[in-house]
Nanobody, 124 residues
Framework: QVQLVESGGGLVQAGGSLRLSCAAS????????MGWFRQAPGKERAFVAA????????LYADSVKGRFTISRDNAENTVYLQMNSLKPEDTAVYYC?????????????????WGQGTQVTVSS
């Protein structure tokens, strides 16, 4: 059974940084692309970033380009999301997910397993 466990969320002031981690098990991690999504209160889940199976390709939502960086360590079965210059509008529950294939996608339907999420709160 595939399990994804996010960590690293918390409360940070605007302009600050956080690094999220997502540890995966139950599947050959290196065979699949990975993604991060977020859901703010009262809003739908939204794409944040994705990384291909080798880590060579990345994809970002326009709202986080230049501030967030997604990466992966296939030896550690972990995907990361480095978040810099955080804004109050980045406040949300952040979820990692495994893609059904090796390439990057921004639509949630391309992902088949999801973590429980980690809360990120950015104060102004």
């Amino acid at each position: 059974q595939v399990q994804l466990v996010e960590s690293g969320g918390g409360l940070v002031q605007a302009g600050g940084s956080l690094r999220l981690s997502c540890a995966a098990s139950g599947r050959t991690f290196s065979n699949y692309a990975m993604g991060w999504f977020r859901q703010a209160p009262g809003k739908e889940r939204a794409f944040v970033a994705a990384v291909s199976w080798t880590g060579a390709r990345t994809l970002y939502a326009d709202s986080v380009k230049g501030r967030f960086t997604i990466s992966r360590d296939n030896a550690e079965n972990t995907v990361y999301l480095q978040m810099n210059s955080l804004k109050p509008e980045d406040t949300a529950v952040y979820y990692c997910a495994t893609d059904r294939g090796r390439l990057t996608h921004s639509d949630a339907y391309s992902y088949d397993y999801w973590g429980q999420g980690t809360q990120v709160t950015v104060s102004s």
